[in-house]
């Protein structure tokens, strides 16, 4: 008697069910100022299938599988370098994709006092504001 993986395995493909397609990997190197990054956060946005996600290695390479179709990669930042603006990269991913690289810079810094309308000031010492 059959069992049932073996059952679908051979009904699937007679009935026209599409097999997964295959993943490509898809390859890089993420850059600092001061040379490669190790653990830098990379991530791919798959649109409506999904999210993916992986880290560097000590030489700031990244090797991350994903289908074919289109892809928003995501690089870093990495605050406690001092990088905090992240890189992106729209790509399709197809056979043959080149290997990428991404540079991250170092944030700026900006110091002030945040006031309001009427000019008093607002929020209290040590409060962080998030520009973008």
Not at 2 to 17: E, H, K, S, V
Not at 34 to 56: K, N, Q, S, Y
Not at 64 to 78: F, T
Not at 111 to 121: E, R, T
């Amino acid at each position: 008697m059959m069992d049932i993986a073996r059952t679908f395995a051979i009904l699937l493909p007679a009935l026209g069910a599409a097999a997964p397609e295959a993943e490509i990997p898809i390859a890089g190197r993420v850059l600092g100022p001061d040379g490669p990054i190790a653990g830098a956060p990379v991530g791919a946005h798959l649109f409506e299938r999904g999210h993916r996600h992986t880290t560097t290695d000590p030489d700031g390479r990244f090797r991350i599988a994903l289908p074919p179709g289109e892809a928003l990669l995501l690089v870093g930042p990495v605050p406690q370098l001092g990088l905090a603006q992240a890189a992106n990269r729209h790509l399709r991913v197809a056979g043959g994709t080149p290997d990428l690289e991404f540079r991250l810079v170092p944030g700026r810094r900006v110091s002030g006092i945040l006031l309001g309308a009427d000019g008093a000031p607002r929020g209290a010492p040590g409060n962080v504001l998030r520009l973008t």
